[in-house]
């Protein structure tokens, strides 16, 4: 892992979080909904997200690209990084898996779906 390709902040409140990142810190709005906002950061996404009861207000999720995920998981889980979740196809064009740090900071590693 390289790079930090986006990190996703959980929110109590979307508008008010919105009007933060973006009339506040002045960050560059790239695409908003009630259910997931990105602002553009040079590289990087901020994105925000509804807080629930797994991922309280207030608390963040990192997100790293990866080449050839399923070795990675393999290599973490040996070295006995706790996995959210296994390695899996999503619907939007990537295969990703959760984990936590050694604190229970949540982490994706995420790779383009194979065409």
Same mark, same amino acid.
């Given at each position: *892992?390289?790079? !930090? /390709?986006?990190?996703?902040?959980?929110?109590? #409140? *979307? &508008?008010?979080?919105?009007?933060?990142?973006? #009339?506040? !810190?002045?960050?560059? !709005?790239?695409?908003?909904?009630?259910?997931? &906002?990105?602002? %553009? /950061?040079?590289?990087?996404?901020?994105?925000?997200? =509804?807080?629930? %009861?797994? /991922? =309280?207000?207030?608390?963040?999720?990192?997100?790293?690209?990866? $080449?050839?995920?399923?070795?990675?998981?393999?290599?973490?889980?040996?070295?006995?990084?706790?996995?959210? *979740? %296994?390695?899996?196809? $999503?619907?939007?064009?990537?295969?990703?898996?959760?984990?936590? #740090? =050694?604190?229970?900071?949540?982490?994706?590693?995420?790779?383009? &779906?194979?065409?």
């Amino acid at each position: *892992m390289k790079k !930090l /390709n986006y990190a996703i902040v959980f929110v109590s #409140d *979307m &508008t008010r979080s919105i009007q933060f990142y973006r #009339d506040v !810190l002045g960050l560059p !709005l790239k695409f908003e909904s009630p259910h997931w &906002t990105e602002f %553009a /950061n040079e590289g990087s996404t901020l994105a925000l997200h =509804p807080a629930s %009861a797994e /991922n =309280p207000a207030g608390t963040c999720q990192l997100g790293f690209p990866v $080449e050839g995920l399923d070795a990675v998981h393999q290599r973490l889980a040996a070295q006995g990084v706790k996995v959210v *979740m %296994a390695p899996r196809t $999503e619907q939007y064009g990537i295969r990703q898996a959760v984990y936590a #740090d =050694p604190d229970g900071l949540r982490f994706t590693l995420a790779e383009p &779906t194979k065409k």
